[in-house]
């Protein structure tokens, strides 16, 4: 056996910081970004560095970090901050649906929370140091950017709107009234209109941008909980958890244009598709691993085994790697894409929830 990996594997297994096995060589020379890691439980971000993944710093932003994204130019780092408290997931029927107490639909209106904890956080990525706080509704979980980076689209779940905020300004510019437990959001490539995504009866609702009127209502199958599309904005891609599928959208039509099965135990959370257009990457919750699927042919073409519930995933900058975040054993999955394998897990204590790779400023 090579010596020198047994010497890096027993040095990373001492660090306790990249578990399990070494990081091969050939991808210690692709550096070049950062990757911040959003922690649920313990209110800071973990920041690693490519090509060694070790952990460089952690960043306090407050109660309840989840939803993640960089500013288009990746100076500012955003996180959704709640003061909502966790509360555990609940448990499925055999059909995968969740199991609520009676009279409680599971948006949290039997808890307390703290209304001054929500916003959405500014993080200075050179200086990887939080800088403000800004109002953006009850309970924010998800959001995205438009493509041009000035306005932040958030799904409020506990109110059942979505909030449209300026990101330079930092105030409110409108608050749009959709369905139960807005989940998921994402802008069209185009910046032209944005989606958000209700759990509660699996409805998606595509929304103008300029005008804030609905242009779209499409349903789907319990749980749609995240949004990606193809690079020229033709389709969309939204996972429905309860069923284990993922839902191709329509966006010229604003219909549902096929359902694709995923593997059996998928319980789908985040989607993500490959700069090039031809593969979809989608976390499986509870499945414990991330899905490949072909953009064209919509064919399941690998299933890679990562971390505990992964959540949110995230690629490099260069496409070659992806980062899952799994939250209930305080990790990250390091994927190679050339081979669909996950060469190294690293450590980020306080459940991982959401991950997003950023190129070091210049």
Not at 155 to 174: H, Q
Not at 274 to 282: C, Q, T, W
Request: glycine share 10%.
């Amino acid at each position: 056996m090579n010596t020198n990996f047994l010497r890096l594997a027993g040095a990373a297994f001492l660090s306790g910081i990249v578990l399990a096995w070494a990081v091969p060589a050939n991808s210690q020379t692709n550096g070049g970004y950062q990757i911040f890691v959003s922690n649920e439980k313990t209110g800071d971000l973990t920041v690693l560095r490519s090509g060694d993944y070790k952990v460089v710093a952690t960043i306090p932003v407050g109660k309840r970090p989840r939803g993640l994204h960089a500013s288009p130019d990746g100076r500012t780092v955003y996180v959704a901050l709640s003061g909502t408290p966790i509360e555990a997931p609940p448990k499925l029927d055999a059909n995968g649906n969740p199991i609520f107490e009676k009279g409680h639909d599971g948006d949290d209106d039997k808890v307390i929370s703290d209304k001054a904890a929500d916003g959405i956080g500014f993080v200075d990525v050179a200086q990887k140091k939080f800088l403000r706080k800004i109002p953006a509704g009850s309970d924010p979980e998800q959001f995205s950017l438009s493509p041009d980076g000035k306005r932040i689209y958030i799904s409020n779940e506990d109110v059942g709107a979505a909030t449209v905020l300026d990101a330079i300004t930092g105030k409110i510019v409108t608050f749009i009234p959709v369905s139960r437990e807005p989940e998921g959001s994402g802008a069209s490539p185009d910046g032209k209109f944005f989606y958000i995504t209700c759990e509660t009866a699996g409805e998606v609702f595509a929304i103008d941008a300029l005008s804030f009127k609905v242009i779209g209502h499409i349903v789907v199958h319990p749980r749609p909980r995240s949004v990606a599309f193809l690079p020229d904005g033709s389709r969309a891609f939204v996972p429905s958890e309860s069923v284990g599928e993922l839902n191709v959208i329509d966006t010229a039509s604003q219909t549902l244009l096929k359902v694709i099965t995923l593997p059996l135990h998928s319980r789908p959370q985040c989607v993500i598709v490959s700069p090039d257009g031809k593969k979809i990457y989608v976390s499986t919750g509870r499945g414990g691993t991330v899905c490949v699927v072909d953009a064209d042919t919509y064919a399941v073409l690998d299933v890679i085994p990562v971390g505990k519930r992964p959540w949110g995933i995230a690629l490099s900058p260069d496409g070659k790697f992806l980062f899952a975040a799994n939250g209930p054993s305080d990790d990250v999955s390091v994927v190679d894409l050339a081979t669909d394998k996950e060469i190294a897990r690293v450590k980020s204590p306080g459940s991982p929830w959401g991950v997003v790779a950023v190129p070091n400023p210049d």
